[in-house]
């Protein structure tokens, strides 16, 4: 650990200062602790329940569903580990950090992937904690349900989110660790609410979504696994807080942890799925609950709501403040935010939300994840070494630098990028969004995901073994794949 003297941590009311600059040491006060906290408070949440019914209502039994959830954690946990690593090594945000592998130019291939996250994650959080406020407004008030009052209480979830992420890091760590204890506690109390009404020998509905058991549950779990993979360019938000030299296994550890702690709440969504039969699901739940747990599932969806959907704004927020320098955080966290409740708005009202969803996390899945691949291979590769300075050009409006390589793109990485997320996508089958051209090639089982990793994994190695890297780029061991190339560093102007 650092030995630097710290600053006092600031307050959770006031306005967080930092951006996407390089956070002083002694402004480092988080702990790999505190990222835990952040993860598993942030899917702990009914936006993680929402993805876990998706099983059962794609026709699997509960132990199906089950088996899809735990599959889709721990495969995208292995995933994931490797990008809590960027942030105390480079003291900024994963995108930011990934201009070390594209290009300082290149890098807004994450900038896209956080944007895709955040508007696919906050929709979901926005909408699920809406929701559970118009059933307590149902059966508490016995008021009507319309489309006006999803949309006045959609607003409201919205508008407090976006204030807490324009506080920003502080106010976020507060509500997750609420989001942590609370609802944990609050899901495991279904065990006593449902035990006289659950059935766990729940066979499912005898129809399968894509015809077949393989193919429905390779897409349950695809659709479970794009949890753990939507951290994938967010986790440096909050690992930058925490000291260089941190030990990487207690990093990559707090990231397992907090995962596989999300079964929780997925588990609970495939438990509640089977008693909730049509109509919304949120809404349907509550309405099935007895009155005393009915008030809690209206807390957690709420509180959740919060913590899920800040979680998501923040990064988008902050990256898009470097992407156009014109906006503040403040600034591009209220235009991401307005852009994506424009989403929910006109997905509930003109389209299938539901289907855009699963669209949307599908496309996160497949193009995501080949990024890591390209991120963890590159991170060691260059045995974790970065110039923290170089990685801040493109965001000072300047250009040269150790990661300038071809007008800021390195092509190794950009093209091995974009050609497995393209093939990979003409693999999924997500509708009605997604419907590669090769979707049926193996019978209906996605395999989608397997493509996008592979390509990304063969096409990168392969190009930094035929076209090796400028030398300045490593440290002073060089690097482990192949050769470097001695050149001299582009002057930064």
């Known amino acids: 650990m650092s030995n630097v003297a710290h600053n006092p941590k600031p307050k959770i009311t006031e306005v967080e200062g930092f951006g996407i600059d390089t956070i002083p040491d002694a402004d480092r006060t988080s702990t790999p602790r505190d990222l835990f906290r952040i993860q598993f408070g942030g899917a702990n949440t009914f936006a993680t329940v929402l993805l876990g019914t998706f ?40 995108a930011v950090a990934s201009g070390a592998h594209l290009g300082v130019t290149g890098r807004i291939a994450g ?15 926005v909408w699920v904690g809406g929701d559970a406020l118009v059933g307590a407004f149902v059966r508490l008030f016995g008021a009507e349900d319309s489309q006006m009052l999803r949309i006045g209480l959609y607003s409201l979830i919205g508008l407090i989110v976006i204030i807490v992420v324009v ?30 009404v659950f059935d766990p020998s729940y ?28 951290f994938g360019a967010f986790l440096g938000d909050w690992s930058r807080y925490i000291p260089n030299g941190t030990s990487n296994s207690k990093l990559a550890l707090a990231t397992f942890g907090a995962q596989a702690m999300t079964l929780i709440p997925f588990i609970f969504g495939v438990a509640t799925a089977t008693l909730v039969t049509g109509g919304d699901y949120v809404v349907g739940l509550i309405g099935a609950a007895p009155d005393w747990y009915a008030y809690l599932i209206i807390i957690v969806a709420f509180v959740g709501g919060l913590s899920t959907g800040s979680t998501s704004l923040y990064g988008t927020g902050l990256d898009f403040s470097s992407v156009f320098p014109k906006l503040s955080r403040v600034q591009a966290t209220i235009a991401i935010g307005t852009v994506a409740f424009a989403f929910i708005v006109v997905g509930r009202l003109y389209f299938d939300l539901l289907g855009a969803v699963n669209g949307f996390v599908g496309a996160i899945v497949v193009t995501t994840t080949p990024w890591m691949i390209i991120m963890a291979i590159g991170f060691w590769n260059r045995r974790g ?34 050609v497995s997320a393209v093939l990979g996508l003409q693999f999924a089958y997500y509708p009605p969004i997604i419907e590669g051209q090769w979707n049926a090639v193996a019978g209906g089982v996605d395999l989608s995901l397997i493509v996008a990793i592979v390509s990304a994994a063969v096409l990168y190695v392969g190009a930094l073994i035929l076209f090796p890297e400028p030398d300045y780029v490593f440290g002073p061991k060089g690097p482990r794949i192949g050769r470097s190339v001695k050149s001299t560093i582009p002057p930064v102007r």
């Open 55 to 94: 099983p059962i209502f794609f026709g699997l039994s509960f132990w199906e569903g089950v088996g899809a959830a735990v599959l889709g954690v721990l495969v995208g946990t292995l995933f994931l580990m490797p990008m809590g690593l960027f942030g105390p090594r480079t003291g900024t945000n994963n």
């Open 167 to 196: 506080y920003g890091y502080q106010f976020m760590l507060l509500i997750n660790r609420i989001a942590v204890w609370a609802n944990t506690v609050l899901m495991l109390l279904a065990i006593v609410a449902f035990a006289s």
């Open 385 to 418: 070494w970065y110039s923290n300075e170089d990685l801040q050009v493109f965001n000072r409006g300047k250009k040269g630098g150790r990661y300038w390589y071809s007008n800021g793109i390195n092509w190794r990485a950009m093209v091995a990028w974009v």
């Open 203 to 230: 066979a499912g509905s005898g129809e399968y979504l894509l015809g077949g058991f393989w193919p429905t549950f390779i897409l349950s779990a695809l659709i479970v696994m794009s949890n753990p993979i939507s």
């Open 111 to 125: 900038s896209f992937l956080s944007l895709l996250t955040a508007i696919a994650f906050y929709s979901i959080s």
